[in-house]
């Protein structure tokens, strides 16, 4: 596996409250995005991603199952912030989404809370590998809006779920299978903003290598208004 991986604040924000985490001894891949103010957002990104990594090796050394593995990480990560938040005031109400793959014995395996995302790009296309938690999400659903008012909906940010902000928290996960030269994206809202699919996956595959192709996806959402953190993951399987 070949990784590159860029983090940037953005032109509006004073903090990054991004969070990304890479182990290729285990083969983990994840991104946060953080939500609270006073930086406690950034608190429980890096909180997760943290918790995640420790708690994933030390559960796939037992020989615990790997998607069991990867959910049961991600919540003992959720109870955690939760618990943190209650003891202190001043990171009350801090959460973080999460989306964390895992690269095992020829298979995929994703744990999604929050509306960061998950792309596999393949030569003929590109998919969506997680579903957005957000309100935004739940009206395209059900027909209340479409992908276009979508993108300019003055509530696109709001969740309807996340980690850390509640005792406990549903996990999605998600299987597939990869082969060799897939293209793994995982990314947080501040790219998915400004790109939608099919123009994530011109600017990967005008792009010489992966290197190339993150800078130049990260140019394009600051070039299109930058208002949030971006961060992304981009590696070759």
């Known amino acids: 596996m070949r990784w590159t991986q860029v983090t940037d604040t953005g032109l509006i924000r004073?903090?990054?409250?991004?969070?990304?985490?890479?182990?290729?001894?285990i083969g983990l891949l994840a991104v946060a995005d953080g939500m609270g103010g006073h930086r406690a957002g950034e608190v429980a990104s890096d909180m997760?991603?943290?918790i995640l990594e420790r708690e994933l090796a030390q559960r796939l050394w037992k020989g615990e199952l790997p998607e069991k593995a990867l959910v049961d990480s991600v919540e003992h990560a959720n109870i955690s912030i939760y618990e943190l938040s209650m003891r202190n005031q001043e990171l009350r109400g801090m959460g973080t989404t999460i989306t964390a793959c895992l690269i095992w014995k020829g298979s995929m395996f994703v744990a999604h809370v929050g509306d960061s995302r998950a792309y596999l790009m393949r030569k003929d296309g590109i998919s969506q590998l997680t579903r957005d938690h957000s309100l935004v999400q739940e009206l395209l659903r059900?027909?209340?809006?479409?992908?276009?008012q979508a993108l300019l909906h003055p509530h696109r940010n709001v969740?309807?779920?996340a980690l850390g902000t509640e005792?406990?928290?549903?996990?999605?996960?998600y299987r597939t299978g990869i082969v060799s030269g897939d293209l793994l994206l995982l990314c947080t809202d501040g790219l998915t903003r400004y790109l939608d699919q099919k123009e994530l996956l011109s600017?990967?595959?005008s792009s010489p290598d992966i290197d190339t192709a993150a800078r130049n996806l990260l140019s394009k959402a600051l070039q299109c208004g930058g208002a949030d953190n971006i961060t992304i993951i981009l590696a070759e399987l």
């Open 142 to 148: 059900n027909g209340g809006i479409n992908e276009e």
């Open 159 to 161: 969740l309807t779920r």
């Open 14 to 25: 004073k903090i990054n409250e991004d969070s990304l985490h890479v182990s290729p001894e």
């Open 167 to 173: 005792k406990s928290v549903k996990v999605d996960l």
């Open 48 to 50: 997760a991603l943290q």
């Open 203 to 205: 600017v990967v595959q």
